[in-house]
C-alpha cells in the first residue's frame, strides 16, 4: 500500500525558533493535507494543498506540494509554546471506492518556553 | 471548517461486552464517514469507510464483524465494537470529508474517543 515518510521524528527547540518539517512518498498523491494534534484530540486541519508547486500560508504555517506531486513540507515561523503536538501529513488519492487518507507517522514537536 | 462531535469522549467496559461509539456531522450532511484507530504514539489507521444506504467498507485486516458500521442517516454514523477484548482498548476517531461527499479532498475529524476495555 501506500506510505508516507514524515520526519522528522520529533523536535525539541526554543521558543522563538522556526521549524519544518516534511513528507515523502513513492506514489503520487492529488492532494496534501497537514494536520495537528493535540494530546487526547481528534486532528485539527491546519493547511490543505491542491496543486503541484502549491504554496500556502495560514498565519506563522507555510507548507508546499512538491513539484513531483510525492512530497510536502510544512514550516512554522517563530514558534510559540501552543504550537507544542503532534503534526501530521496526509495524502489524499481518488479510488474507484471512493477518496481516502495517507497519513504520515507524525512529528512531535516539543517548543520550549 | 465543517464540525464532527463524537459520543462519548472516553468510555471503560468489560470485556466481552459491546461499545457503540456515535460519530455527528453537525452543520453539514455526509454521505460518507471515515472510521480510523490510532494507538499511543502511532498514527491514524483506517479501519472502515461508512457509507450512507449502503454497507461500510472495511480496510484489509479489520473484522467487519468485530467492528459493525451504520450509517443511519446523512448525519450519524455508528461503530460498535463487539465483544471487545483489552486489545481493542484505543482512541477511536471518526471524519466527514469537506463535503460531505467521497469526492472530497479534506477530511474534518471529530475529537475521538477513548476506548478501554477491562
Known amino acids: 500500500g501506500q506510505q508516507l515518510n514524515q520526519s522528522p521524528q520529533s523536535m525539541f527547540i526554543q521558543e522563538g525558533e522556526d521549524v519544518s518539517m516534511n513528507c515523502t512518498s513513492s506514489s503520487i498523491f492529488n492532494t496534501w493535507l497537514w494536520y495537528k494534534q493535540d494530546p487526547g484530540e481528534g486532528p485539527v486541519l491546519l493547511i490543505a494543498l491542491y496543486k503541484a508547486g502549491e504554496l500556502t500560508s495560514n498565519g506563522r504555517l507555510t507548507a508546499q506540494f512538491g513539484i513531483t506531486r510525492k512530497d510536502s513540507f510544512l514550516n512554522i515561523s517563530a514558534s510559540i509554546p501552543s504550537d507544542v503536538g503532534i503534526y501530521f501529513c496526509a495524502g489524499h488519492t481518488r479510488e474507484t471506492s471512493g477518496s481516502r487518507l495517507t497519513f504520515g507517522e507524525g512529528t512531535q514537536l516539543t517548543v520550549n518556553p | 471548517g465543517a464540525v464532527v462531535s463524537q459520543h462519548p469522549s472516553w468510555v471503560i467496559c468489560k470485556s466481552g461486552t459491546s461499545v457503540k461509539i456515535e460519530c455527528r456531522s453537525l452543520?453539514?450532511?455526509?454521505?460518507?464517514m471515515f472510521w480510523y484507530r490510532q494507538f499511543p504514539k502511532q498514527s491514524l489507521m483506517l479501519m472502515a469507510t461508512?457509507?450512507?444506504?449502503?454497507?461500510?467498507?472495511?480496510e484489509q485486516g479489520v473484522e467487519k464483524d468485530k467492528f459493525l458500521i451504520n450509517h443511519a442517516s446523512l448525519t450519524l454514523s455508528t461503530l460498535t465494537v463487539t465483544s471487545a477484548h483489552p486489545e481493542d482498548s484505543s482512541f477511536y476517531i471518526c471524519?466527514?470529508?469537506?463535503?460531505?461527499?467521497?469526492?472530497?479532498?479534506?477530511?474534518?475529524f471529530g475529537p475521538g474517543t477513548r476506548l478501554t476495555v477491562t
Open positions: 471524519s466527514a470529508p469537506g463535503d460531505g461527499t467521497s469526492g472530497s479532498r479534506e477530511q474534518y
Open positions: 452543520d453539514f450532511q455526509a454521505t460518507t
Open positions: 461508512s457509507n450512507e444506504g449502503s454497507k461500510a467498507t472495511y
